[in-house]
């Protein structure tokens, strides 16, 4: 049985040249036996005929609030409805009104009323992709839950090549197929993780630290919440971003207030996946008072902290799973592979920081996922969020 049968799918089509490629969606939605409506924006409808859409939905398209014959076209409703919303071709226009809150239309009157989660296909020419306005839009949907379907790099209706080009149907459906079959596959498991950096004290007012953002850690907390798991994400200090309300936080500082929330909660656990950047250093002394500038240099003795990840593996039962990250600029995957053993792992996701796009504070990563039997699975360079899926495919299909 597919996992889109009887899901309620609402298209959401603004006026991007792509837009022709919303009826083969369509056909495909239909073929996997899901429901599906149409709303679009007037101007859509010069890219593809609402009579396809709605001959090929077997429903009516809604395109405005009132029909001719005074009938109220229900944004509520058609939000309540739907079990999956999909904006595709995301323009930029479009993409500036949902992140603004802009109601000037049914489609994003339905958006702001839409309960269930949103996915949206970003699509422009690649100098309007690139604009700032365009990145901060896109990441302020992000920010509110909405999930991006990447726009791929390609020819575009310009004759221009580069990023831009809208995913295509089958990638869209792809992603709606594994968002709804993958809801089940971790319902009944408790997911521990650990993200975004620690900070050690030197006295009051500094702290030694790192870049990392955290966003992996939480796209995986996020991804593990809605693959049903129930999910505790012991965090470090990372600026706001959006975190499932299913995802219990539980904040912390340095590393060593993450080893104690850690090792609190890790017997009850089925899968830890720590993908925090622990400082492997701490200031041996943190001063009670502000530290005053006095001679010419200044040296600060540093002691180690405990590996949190280490001390779980020493632990660990049969039964659980327990899944390390490692970041490495040289003999990445020798070293990735023994750090499986010495910390007893049943897989490892090994982030290159040679690579363009991938590592800290960025939105995308580019990982290898290595396992206990040494089975490397490079993953394409993707959003964070994206890879999260996957991430936890490969650790349920061969950490078991
Ligand atoms: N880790 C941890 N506790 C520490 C240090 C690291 O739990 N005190 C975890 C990280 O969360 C990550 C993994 O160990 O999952 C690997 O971290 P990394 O910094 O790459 O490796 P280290 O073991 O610190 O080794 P090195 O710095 O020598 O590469």
């Known amino acids: 049985m597919t996992s889109l049968q009887g899901k309620n799918i609402l298209l959401g089509i603004s006026a991007g040249i792509a837009a022709y490629k919303i009826a083969n969606l369509v056909r495909l939605l239909v073929k996997k036996q899901a429901n599906v409506k149409v709303v679009m924006s007037e101007n859509a409808k010069q890219f593809v005929s609402p009579l396809t859409l709605s001959v090929l939905s077997k429903n009516k398209i809604y395109d405005t609030f009132y029909t001719t014959d005074n ?4 944004h509520v409703e058609l939000g309540l409805w739907a079990d999956a919303m999909v904006v ?3 323009t930029a226009n479009t993409l500036a009104k949902m992140a603004n809150g802009i109601c000037d239309n049914l489609l994003i009157a339905t958006y702001l009323s839409a309960k269930c989660p949103v996915f949206f296909a970003p699509t422009m020419d690649l100098d309007m992709y690139k604009h700032p306005t365009s990145t901060k839009n896109i990441e302020t949907l ?9 726009s791929n790099y390609g020819e575009l209706a310009s004759g221009l090549i580069g990023e831009g080009r809208m995913a295509e149907p089958e990638e869209i459906l792809t992603r709606l197929e594994a968002y709804f079959s993958d809801n089940q596959m971790l319902v009944g498991k408790k997911v521990l993780l650990t993200a975004g950096p620690t900070y050690e004290n030197i006295d009051p007012v500094r702290f030694v630290g790192n870049y990392s953002s955290g966003k992996m850690g939480i796209a995986l907390a996020n991804a593990a919440a809605a693959m049903g798991a129930s999910v505790e994400l012991v965090l470090g200090p990372v600026s706001q971003q959006y975190i499932d309300p299913r995802v219990q936080v539980i904040q912390v500082r340095s590393a060593s207030d993450m080893y104690k ?3 609190e909660r890790f017997t009850y656990m089925d899968i830890a996946i720590l993908a925090a950047a622990v400082a492997d250093y701490t200031p041996k002394e943190k001063a009670e008072h502000k530290i005053k500038k006095s001679g010419e240099n200044l ?9 949190i990840l280490a001390s779980l593996g020493q632990k660990k039962q049969p039964h659980q799973k327990l899944i390390g990250f490692a970041l490495e600029t040289q003999n990445e995957l020798d070293n990735a592979k023994d750090k499986i053993l010495r910390k007893n792992l049943d ?3 090994l982030n290159s920081l040679n690579d363009q796009g991938a590592g800290f504070a960025t939105d995308t990563n580019k990982v290898t996922f290595i396992t206990a039997q040494m089975e490397e699975y490079p993953l394409p ?4 969020t994206e890879l999260a899926y996957e991430i936890i495919n490969l650790i349920i299909k061969y950490c078991k």
């Open 71 to 74: 009938q109220w076209n229900s």
């Open 88 to 90: 595709a071709p995301a």
């Open 142 to 150: 992000q920010s509110f839950g909405n999930q991006l379907i990447a």
């Open 261 to 263: 929330a850690v090792n």
């Open 299 to 307: 040296i600060l003795e540093l002691v180690k902290t405990k590996d």
């Open 347 to 349: 897989a490892i996701v």
């Open 381 to 384: 360079l993707k959003p964070k």
